[in-house]
């Protein structure tokens, strides 16, 4: 089992930039690729980037291509988002995933664990 706790949310101007940190704890011999969601109020959890687990290939979702960055730190386990040029339509709760399989995917399902979210408010 891993547990995974997000870091850095707040409430940012349009144009503004936030990191996102999310540090995994538990089991250390699973190599875990992990991914980072939003879920816009109302609206259905989806997927934002991903990163395998040695931080070779990194996927982003179309909205977040060039304005999102994510990161791992292995030695610290941790796993950032870098968000820049932020938009209202980028408020969320944005949450934390892990797969102990090798690739990142888009679906929530595929992820074997949860982080409990942290709120990204993002003001026009």
């Known amino acids: 089992q891993v547990q995974l706790a997000e870091s850095g949310g707040g409430l940012v101007q349009t144009g503004g930039s936030l990191t996102l940190s999310c540090t995994a704890a538990?089991?250390?011999?699973?190599?875990?690729?992990m991914a980072w969601f939003r879920q816009p109020p109302g609206k259905e959890r989806e997927f934002v980037a991903g990163?395998?687990?040695?931080?070779?290939?990194?996927d982003y979702t179309d909205s977040a291509k060039g304005r999102f960055t994510i990161s791992k730190d292995a030695a610290k386990n941790t796993v950032d988002l870098q968000m820049n040029n932020l938009k209202p339509e980028d408020t969320a709760v944005y949450y934390c995933?892990?797969?102990?399989?090798?690739?990142?995917?888009?679906?929530?399902?595929?992820?074997?664990?949860w982080g409990q979210g942290t709120q990204v408010t993002v003001s026009s």
């Open positions: 995933a892990a797969t102990s399989a090798y690739y990142t995917r888009h679906s929530p399902g595929y992820y074997e664990h």
């Open positions: 990163i395998i687990w040695s931080g070779d290939i990194t």
């Open positions: 538990g089991r250390r011999n699973v190599r875990y690729s």
